[in-house]
């Protein structure tokens, strides 16, 4: 069975600073996705890494997957409190059947402190 | 543009009542899911199909019925509430295996 697992679950950072977010998987899998959500809002796409060794960067924000090592990281650069929000890592596993279902990570809450 | 449509927004149950949810997708996506997400639990999938006419059980679908109606649409059906089951619903579509999952805006549901 997939599992998705997240950490750090909450992070509080300072403005200017970098940290990184970790997503492991436990089956195989090339594909892994990242989420964002604000607060009372719907998830929007952030990054959609397709195979081993993707790295996707938008604004502050990098996104690499390692397929081998079934891991993912969120790195955050320079943070500022625009980046303050939840994000989810997923994973899609194909079924028996063929079939895809996308599994979820618990989500990391950021908070970028002034 | 309206993607995933979701109705309604805000539900509050009495426990044992019934009540279906309703989703829509107008991007021709094949396949659709219903999630549920509750505090410190992420995501979890309930139920998904892959293409009109077949569904499939997710990680939680105890409680829970859906149909695949047409390939727009996919409704999530609580048959006997419980306060459990108080969440907030996501619907989502994609075109699964190649392609990011587009959301609905979600449902809030309270069961009393």
């Known amino acids: 069975e997939l599992k998705v697992e997240q950490n750090p679950l909450f992070l509080s950072m300072q403005e200017g600073k970098n940290y990184t977010i970790y997503c492991n998987y436990s089956t195989t899998s090339d594909r892994l996705y990242w989420y964002r959500q604000d607060p009372g809002k719907s998830l929007e796409s952030l990054f959609v890494?397709?195979?081993?060794?993707a790295v996707k960067q938008e604004g502050r924000l990098m996104a690499s997957l390692d397929t081998k090592a079934r891991l993912s990281t969120l790195h955050i650069t320079a943070a500022v409190h625009d980046l303050s929000a939840t994000y989810f890592c997923a994973v899609d596993g194909r079924t028996t059947s063929g079939t895809y279902k996308y599994i979820f990570g618990t989500g990391t809450r950021l908070k970028v402190l002034a | 543009n309206a993607g995933v449509t979701q109705t309604p927004k805000f539900q509050v149950l009495k426990t044992g009542q019934s009540m279906t949810l309703q989703c829509a997708q107008d991007m021709n996506h094949n396949s659709m899911y219903w999630y549920r997400q509750d505090p410190g639990m992420g995501l979890r999938l309930i139920y998904y199909?892959?293409?009109?006419?077949?569904?499939d059980k997710g990680e939680v679908p105890n409680g829970y019925n859906v149909s695949r109606l047409n390939k727009r649409e996919f409704s999530l059906r609580l048959e006997s509430a419980a306060p459990s089951q108080t969440s907030v619903y996501f619907c989502?579509?994609?075109?699964?295996?190649?392609?990011?999952?587009?959301f609905g805006s979600g449902t809030q549901l309270s069961v009393l």
């Open positions: 890494l397709l195979s081993n060794g």
């Open positions: 989502a579509s994609s075109e699964a295996g190649v392609e990011k999952l587009f």
């Open positions: 199909s892959a293409s009109e006419g077949t569904t």
